[in-house]
């Protein structure tokens, strides 16, 4: 055996125990701190929609008749629902482009399919208004002069005796919470303009936090030109109602206590920590370019997905342990590498599947299991090219060696057809929304790439082992060669 066959079985083994360790489910990840140098992650399996459940959802871009979408303009919508989807914390989710004028969303483990619905879809028109001294309760609707006229900025309001605001470096936001029983609304509330102070394009950045008693809220940072605005209407408003506004619907009515002029605050009202993600996720990445309509919409149980595993997995079992028994006795001795370069096949791709990670689906398990097929095939071809080398005389070495020499084109040639085709449908799957058939292409992909890799290294790196060990005796052993 040449000391490259003992290198190649050394990275073997290694490569082994790595994917083994990787794949292993009690697997804590990966947790390394050495000085600067920090990585924590987590290394598990990505289960999609049809394994999970959860929901999907069918977008459709609703232009006016005879008006057609602007494909940038769909683009930008996908991209900000993409930001959307991801600042929900939706585990694995996918949103693509369908066609000219769709957009599919894909959450997994979803609980809440209309806050999901209502995220998705949100404009996401923020206003901050002056609402004088009337308390505005959560949910009453304004009209604003942003929506009347497009006009915002600050007003000098009617001198009132109100108590001179402190300066303080650190200023913030802290607005006094008013129960709707101390300030009521009058009647004439709906036929009023309210004075737009800032909107949406004035934030920088908002995210959720936590207020002095642990209930959640949204701390947000304003733009210059916004802090500048915001500043000048909180010194010369203090004791004053700014309303906060989504859409034309109050979300939050704090007083002013004392001047903002560092441009940051927060939002605090009655929010659970789902609406507040919500309302972060629709303040930070603003309103979409494209009005968008819900055409479908599938809720897939967890129940579901589960049963669908469990067959799945019932089946692969079967179906891979009939193949492994095939190759065993028909094959014999040749059959049992194959059945341990196919073992070995089976942990490096699912421990790609969780490195990389790639989302598993029904269609990816089958992609899978297709390219299992494909791995004893590459075997097949082999082992019936050094039969045939053998019939004619010739010596071990020399069978291996042109057995695997000649079967290589074969192997080639197929799985380089193979992988055109993954590639195909991978494109098809992204640019027509056909998600299945992209879970397809990728598992069957990599699952070709590691066939190609333990076919040929995996399996010629084990025979030359197994013939040093036995030398041309071997030959001889016809029944155990399956000659």
């Not at 693509?96 to 769709?102: E, K, V, W």
């Not at 394009?201 to 642990?214: I, K, S, T």
């Amino acid at each position: 055996m040449q000391q490259r066959d003992i290198t190649l079985l050394m990275v073997i083994i290694i490569l082994t125990g790595v994917a083994l360790w990787v794949v292993w489910p009690g697997n804590p990840g990966l947790h390394i701190r050495l000085g600067p140098i920090s990585l924590d992650r987590d290394i598990r399996t990505h289960l999609g929609l049809d394994l999970q459940g959860g929901m999907q959802v069918v977008l459709e871009a609703d232009m006016p008749e005879g008006q057609q979408v602007d494909a940038a303009a769909l683009g930008a919508a996908k991209t900000i629902i993409d930001n959307r989807v991801n600042a929900l914390g939706v585990a694995e989710p996918l949103v693509q482009l369908a066609g000219s004028n769709r957009i599919v969303v894909e959450l997994p483990g979803i609980t809440d399919p209309d806050l999901a619905i209502a995220t998705l879809r949100e404009t996401g028109l923020l206003e901050f208004i002056d609402a004088a001294y009337t308390f505005l309760p959560p949910g009453t609707e304004v009209r604003t002069s942003f929506q009347e006229s497009g006009e915002f900025g600050i007003e000098t309001p009617t001198p009132v005796p109100i108590a001179t605001p402190t300066l303080t470096p650190e200023s913030v936001v802290s607005p006094t919470v008013t129960t709707e029983s101390e300030i009521t609304p009058t009647p004439t509330e709906e036929a009023r303009v309210f004075r737009t102070v800032i909107t949406g394009r004035h934030l920088e950045a908002a995210q959720v936090g936590q207020d002095e008693y642990g209930r959640p809220e949204i701390n947000f940072k304003l733009t210059g030109e916004g802090s500048q605005i915001f500043g000048a209407h909180t010194v010369a408003n203090v004791g004053r109602y700014l309303a906060i506004v989504m859409d034309g619907v109050v979300i939050s009515s704090p007083r002013i206590e004392t001047a903002i002029t560092e441009g940051s605050g927060r939002i605090t009202g009655d929010f659970t920590l789902a609406e507040a993600r919500s309302l972060v996720v629709q303040l930070r990445y603003g309103a979409l370019p494209v009005p968008l309509k819900v055409i479908q919409n599938r809720t897939v149980g967890p129940t579901l997905g589960q049963d669908s595993i469990a067959r799945s997995t019932r089946a692969g079992v079967i179906g891979v342990v009939i193949v492994l028994l095939f190759m065993l006795i028909y094959y014999r001795l040749h059959g049992l590498v194959a059945d341990i370069a196919l073992v070995i096949y089976a942990l490096v791709t699912f421990a790609l599947f969780k490195l990389v990670p790639v989302t598993l689906t029904l269609p990816g398990l089958a992609g899978f299991l297709f390219s299992v097929g494909t791995a004893v095939d590459a075997n097949i071809l082999i082992f019936e090219r050094m039969k045939e080398e053998l019939r004619q005389g010739k010596r071990l070495g020399s069978a291996i060696r042109v057995g695997f020499g000649r079967a290589w084109t074969s192997i080639r040639d197929s799985n380089l057809s193979t992988l055109i085709t993954c590639v195909i449908l991978y494109w098809f799957g992204s640019n027509f929304g056909a998600s299945m058939v992209k879970g397809f292409a990728i598992t069957l992909f990599l699952g070709i790439l590691v066939s190609m890799f333990t076919a040929i290294t995996v399996t010629r790196t084990i025979i030359h082992l197994l013939y040093a060990l036995g030398g041309e005796g071997l030959r001889d052993s016809k029944w155990l060669i399956g000659l």
